[in-house]
């Protein structure tokens, strides 16, 4: 059973450029959250999908967006690329995510660099 | 505002003794805890949770132990082990209807052999 998994593994960006990562949840999974983690920091919550509506957001502006597909995969989409967009970013899926006790699995990540 | 801490950026300890790592939280609608392991070039790995009924949750060699009163939570690990070396993440989450983690700023464990 294959895990998380996210792709491209790496990227590098220039400054006002767009990027999409793309994430595939695990087997069975219908629930995929972003998270964002910058250098010496834990993950941040971007946003989360379920049932291809985005269900909550977090600190983050609109130029990050997403989308969830009815294979339940799902894209982030970053806009206007900002030197402090460099992170890694995570993907993590979840079987219940309507339950806060519910355990989300994460992939391996996307590092972006942008210069 | 960082509303989950880990004021301690690292750990070092020897194989077999116990490994403590240390987290506090400021937000009191928080109601479930985790630990997340993480490798270099991997995701984090869930490892151990614990909800805000509870003041103790084992798995294994790895125990949780919840104190409300205080807002601190703490992960240990006995005995430790080499592979054990990792960032370990504390994360929190309110009962929202959905979980939407908020991590701390992890621990960097070693243990040596």
């Known amino acids: 059973d294959a895990g998380v998994t996210q792709s491209p593994t790496h990227l590098i960006k220039t400054r006002g450029q767009q990027v999409t990562l793309r994430c595939s949840p695990k087997?069975?999974?219908?629930?995929v959250s972003w998270y964002q983690q910058a250098l010496g920091q834990g993950p941040q919550f971007i946003f989360q999908?379920?049932?291809?509506?985005?269900?909550q957001r977090g600190n983050f502006p609109d130029r990050f967006s997403g989308h969830q597909f009815p294979n339940y995969s799902s894209e982030l989409n970053v806009n206007a690329l900002l030197l402090g967009d460099s992170a890694l970013y995570l993907c993590?899926?979840?079987?219940?995510?309507?339950?806060?006790?519910?355990?989300?699995?994460f992939g391996p990540g996307t590092r972006l660099t942008v210069l | 505002d960082q509303q989950v801490k880990q004021n301690s950026p690292s750990l070092s300890v020897q194989e077999g003794r116990i490994s403590i790592l240390n987290c506090d939280y400021t937000?009191?609608?928080?109601?479930?805890f985790l630990w997340y392991k993480k490798y270099p070039a991997e995701g984090p790995t869930f490892l151990i949770s614990?909800?805000?009924?509870?003041d103790k949750n084992e798995d294994g060699r790895f125990t949780v132990f919840l104190n409300k009163s205080a807002k601190h939570l703490s992960l240990h690990i006995v005995p430790s082990q080499p592979g054990d070396s990792a960032v370990y993440f504390c994360?929190?989450?309110?009962?929202?209807?959905?979980?939407?983690?908020?991590f701390g700023t992890g621990t960097r464990l070693l243990v040596s052999p």
């Open positions: 614990i909800s805000s009924i509870k």
């Open positions: 993590a899926s979840s079987l219940n995510g309507h339950l806060s006790t519910d355990t989300q699995y």
């Open positions: 994360a929190a989450s309110e009962d929202t209807g959905f979980q939407k983690l908020v």
């Open positions: 087997s069975g999974h219908d629930t």
């Open positions: 937000n009191s609608m928080f109601d479930y």
């Open positions: 999908y379920y049932e291809e509506e985005e269900r």
